[in-house]
């Protein structure tokens, strides 16, 4: 089956929607299918070296690439501007090529790509499947940038429930995911649930690291990733101060993005010696960066459960460590670190809980191992590509009878 994926990013891009994608499009390359990817020649990281060829064949995958405005993610102007002009393009590369693909498959980023898909469908019968990476206008609903009453979004919201109700099949990360869709009148026959997926690494010793960053015999609760405003770090904070005169304890921050910035600074105002924050490790230093923590934090706000899903708990898992999640108490991080007991929940607003949970891992070390191990485990039985493509199979079968089932 020829098939067409769209998104704003792909290899060798960093953004976890193109890590997703470079996974899963060679794989459907190796099961006979003909695969081309719709992306952007700009990059999610800004700077991060020379643009990638407008076309080129990689690993069997045919990659086009269209010159869309590259402001990056720096201002909310930026990136509204970088997907206007992405729409405008690939809007237009949709309506006139769609009916040469058997299946287009839409990502979410830019939100709204979709509809030109259910407008191909219409038209020439071409089969469409959306991958709902995260969901909007929802989350600016949510964290209260739009009113549910302005006229724009409610426009927006209605564009984005059209076309998930017309598409063949919705690829959804999870169970609130699920909910929200089909709050919006999509079908359950039209519903499929995945998860995101980590990567096996390989064998590395953190010691050296640990002594590099002066951690040697420390006790590390680690963020690593993007830090947004979809995360919630004030209990975090407030842990931290209630830990200060304790050095056993070192929270470290590596990442990017605005609440990173901002906790830099509350640890300056409060001087606190326990909080460290610095930039991405190189990528060959993952598998170490991964390791060195004792456990790993993931936040969500309260009201997120089903728009967003944060993906760097299952290359924790893949790491063989534990994890801490402060967030909803019922959502996909929660009810998957339940699942396999890979860690704890704690509620947004529970500080104490917090700290005893972090003085835990000194005093109850082997509980933590525990959960370390239940985390691979759980990693090798859902949360790996293989599996997941397996799931994706059958989900291109399902819209292609005519194919064999992988």
């Not at 719709?38 to 020379?50: F, M, P």
């Not at 498959?105 to 019968?125: D, E, M, Q, R, S």
């Not at 169970?175 to 919006?184: E, I, P, Q, T, W």
């Not at 959960?371 to 059958?394: I, M, P, Q, S």
Request: glycine content about 8%.
């Amino acid at each position: 089956m020829k098939l067409l994926f769209i998104n704003q990013y792909y290899w060798p891009d960093m953004a976890a929607t193109s890590q997703m994608m470079t996974d899963l499009c060679p794989r459907l390359v190796r099961a006979g299918h003909e695969v081309h990817v719709l992306c952007s020649l700009g990059q999610y990281d800004d700077g991060t070296g020379n643009p990638a060829p407008k076309y080129e064949v990689q690993d069997g995958v045919h990659i086009h690439r269209v010159k869309a405005s590259g402001f990056g993610k720096k201002s909310m102007l930026g990136r509204i501007l970088d997907y206007l002009s992405f729409h405008l393009i690939v809007g237009l590369h949709i309506l006139l090529t769609g009916w040469k693909y058997g299946a287009i498959i839409t990502l979410t980023t830019p939100p709204l790509i979709g509809v030109y898909a259910t407008i191909v469908k219409w038209i020439t019968g071409t089969r469409h499947v959306c991958w709902v990476m995260d969901l909007h206008p929802d989350c600016e609903f949510e964290l209260g940038v739009f009113k549910r009453t302005a006229i724009l979004p409610r426009f927006f919201d209605f564009l984005n429930g059209m076309h998930f109700r017309h598409a063949d099949r919705n690829v959804v990360l999870g169970s609130c995911m699920a909910d929200r869709l089909r709050d919006k009148g999509v079908k359950q026959n039209r519903l499929i649930e995945i998860p995101v997926w980590g990567h096996e690494l390989q064998e590395a010793d953190p010691s050296e690291l640990r002594k590099e960053l002066g951690l040697t015999d420390k006790t590390v609760i680690m963020y690593s990733g993007n830090a947004g405003l979809i995360h919630t770090f004030d209990a975090l904070c407030q842990a931290a101060v209630q830990l200060r005169d304790d050095d056993q304890y070192v929270f470290l921050f590596v990442g990017g993005g605005k609440r990173i910035d901002e906790i830099k600074a509350f640890a300056e105002k409060e001087k606190l010696s326990n909080i460290i924050v610095r930039g991405y490790f190189p990528r060959e230093q993952l598998a170490q960066s991964l390791r060195l923590a004792d456990v790993h934090l993931i936040t969500l706000r309260d009201g997120m459960q089903g728009v967003a899903v944060p993906c760097k708990l299952y290359g924790i898992m893949a790491a063989s460590k534990p994890c801490l999640f402060i967030g909803p108490e019922h959502c996909e991080t929660a009810d998957a670190i339940g699942k396999h007991q890979a860690g704890v929940t704690l509620d947004t607003n529970d500080v104490r809980g917090l700290v005893d949970t972090i003085t835990s891992l000194h005093e109850n070390p082997e509980l933590w191992v525990t959960r370390g191990e239940n985390a691979y485990k759980g990693y090798k039985a859902v949360y790996n590509a293989d599996h997941c493509a397996h799931l994706w199979f059958n989900v291109i079968y399902e819209i292609d009878p005519k194919l064999h089932k992988h």
